[in-house]
């Protein structure tokens, strides 16, 4: 009697649905976003509630961990007393929570152009509604986390505010799940190095915790999508996407610290901003924060040609 021969089929699709790349079998979109909805129940955070606004800063504790600021370990740093460095801290978390809310408000537009067309009654759809409704949350936690700082709101150059107009009303489908992905991902590195750290803030860390456990979910949702689109996207598609994501990561790696900051803590802009492009220590940072994303596109095919050398040229990814 003879057997039939072992399949290799991961997938639960018929065979002419099925979709695979470089890292194995794509699952049925309808099932992750389905798992999505079920995690989104048990894990999902009301800032109002959950945190503890009314409560004085912490005293003698940091904003943003010392490592993550963007003057670390430079001739500046060593110069600077430890009240300016703090001071320093407590402006670029500020900073950054502007960038993240900057961000998030062009991801909410660029998913809800993602389901215009699609079935309002899958849970692909439901989960993308999902995820805009935590990110309207997160905008206004990092909106509340601020002004409770005490530092000013940092929006981004006139100048990337406008191109980011531009990039997002451009941007493919793929383009916009690698953009996501991009804008979480990195933050994500940084919080989940945050919210554990005692010698910061307990409302940062509450802040942060908050961010990290729901993100994990926005990821998971844009990668999955993400990895969709490379296989099924037509090819011009998929070079725009390279192209509109390598000027993505450009524009993000420029606007991450507004400079700003520095003037703002009684410090020489030009001298900061010379002393951080030449730190060694903050390339190696940005790397890190990047690399899993950086690796994972690479493997999907995103990070090619002229791509990715905007990546290289952003100083996200090393050459």
Known sequence: MTTAPARNTEPTETDFTALRDALGWLK???QVAERLLESSAKHSFDPDTELDW???????????????????????????????RMELARHEAAAIASLGIWFEIILMQLLVRHIYDKSVTSNHVRYA???????????????????????PNYPVPRV???????????STTPGSFAATLLGEEILDWMQRLTFPDERIQTLVRGVTRIHVIEEARHVRYAREELRRQMVTAPRWEQEFTRLSCG???????????????????GL???????????????????????????????????????????????GLLAR
């Open 28 to 30: 049925d979109r309808e």
């Open 54 to 84: 009314d409560a004085p800063a912490d005293e003698g504790k940091w904003y943003w961990p010392p490592e993550l600021v963007s003057l670390y370990d430079t001739p500046l740093w060593k110069k600077m007393g430890e009240e300016q």
């Open 129 to 151: 509604l999902t995820e805009i409704a935590d990110e309207c949350r997160h905008s206004m936690m990092f909106a509340k986390m601020i002004q409770k700082g005490g530092a």
């Open 160 to 170: 990337y505010h406008n191109l980011a107009r531009v990039l997002k009303t451009v």
């Open 247 to 265: 000027e993505a990561a450009r524009v993000f790696s420029t606007c991450f610290i507004n400079p700003k900051v520095y003037e703002n803590v």
């Open 268 to 314: 020489d802009r030009r001298e900061a901003i010379a002393q951080v492009k030449a730190s060694g220590h903050r390339t190696e940072v940005m790397q890190n924060g990047a690399r899993r994303l950086t690796d994972f596109l690479d493997d999907i095919g995103v990070l090619r040609g002229a791509g990715r050398r905007l990546w290289v040229s952003s």
